[in-house]
């Protein structure tokens, strides 16, 4: 039972991390229609932002994940910029591509910046534990479920209490006609970059202390954000969340109960279920023109 719980709860910790950044899947995808494949790249570029600012630069923890989460901000409003303002007026398709091109880009700048040797972020919780219920649980893993769940709070209360997440809404369904009622559309959408950008900072922050920081790590965090996004429902936010926790679950207990050989499969398994049952997910909405 001890062992259970402590999985438990490693499972809902790295599920936190697969939801943040599934999250910014959905942020982007609900506001522009476009899905983000550089989006694993901006988790690394999270993770290495905050091994810069405190494992280089000697900040103090607490001012280097600050520092972290800023510097991801100011770059979404640059990939904005850069990446989706140019390509906006372009087909889907053309957006995507920009997307995947810029992921290999930042994952290069990375390699020549910071290395090919992984490194190890510390965790503004230390290396210790508790006991529950007799179970040997980290403060970290407790710790990145509570800021998950705050920031997922946070998130809802903007999108939905907000003037500027009515706006994204509305751009989301029509940005011609936003623009038209006076809505501030490039400014919104550059609060939807940086909001993903948000996220996929605080995602690499909180999985840094659990694996070494290199830079191939975003590719099987954004595997996995994509899968939770498929089976959540892309565009739902409760979704993204939902299927975060599953395939932190799913990855935990079945690399404990069966074999970390196939531990990818049951996740990557259950989402191609959905594809050929239920491809909408199990919040998914049906898909309107996008902005």
């Known amino acids: 039972m001890q062992q259970l719980l402590q999985l438990v709860v490693n499972g809902v910790a790295l599920g936190s991390v697969y ?88 994952q290069n700048a990375a390699l020549l910046i910071w290395g090919p040797w992984p490194a190890r972020l510390p965790s503004p919780f230390g290396d210790s534990a508790i006991s529950i219920a007799g179970a040997a649980i980290s403060m970290h893993a407790l710790a990145t479920i509570v800021i998950t769940a705050l920031l997922i709070a946070a998130l809802y209360a903007l999108l939905y209490r907000t003037g500027i997440g009515r706006s994204m809404r509305a751009i989301a369904q029509d940005s011609e006609a936003a623009r038209l009622i006076g809505l501030p559309v490039t400014l919104t959408l550059i609060v939807t970059w940086v909001l993903a950008a948000g996220c996929s900072a605080f995602a690499g922050l909180l999985v840094g202390p659990m694996w070494f920081a290199d830079v191939n790590m975003g590719e099987p965090v954004a595997l996995k954000a994509f899968a939770a996004t498929v089976i959540g429902g892309f565009g739902s936010v409760q979704g993204a969340i939902l299927g975060g926790l599953f395939v932190g679950l799913v990855e935990i207990l079945g690399a404990s109960y069966l074999t970390s050989t196939y531990k990818d499969l049951l996740a990557f398994g259950v989402m191609i279920a959905f594809l050929l049952v239920r491809p909408q997910g199990i919040f998914g909405e049906r898909i309107g023109d996008r902005g």
């Open 19 to 106: 939801a943040l950044a599934a999250l910014g899947f959905v942020i982007v995808y609900s506001a522009t229609g476009v899905v983000n494949f550089a989006a694993g790249q901006f988790v690394m570029l999270g993770t290495f932002f905050g091994v810069a600012a405190i494992v280089q630069a000697h900040f103090p923890i607490a001012l280097g994940y600050l520092a972290a989460v800023i510097g991801m901000a100011l770059f979404g409003v640059l990939f904005f910029l850069g990446v989706h303002l140019p390509l906006r007026k372009r087909p889907v398709v053309s957006v995507i591509i920009g997307t995947v091109a810029i992921g290999i880009v930042m």
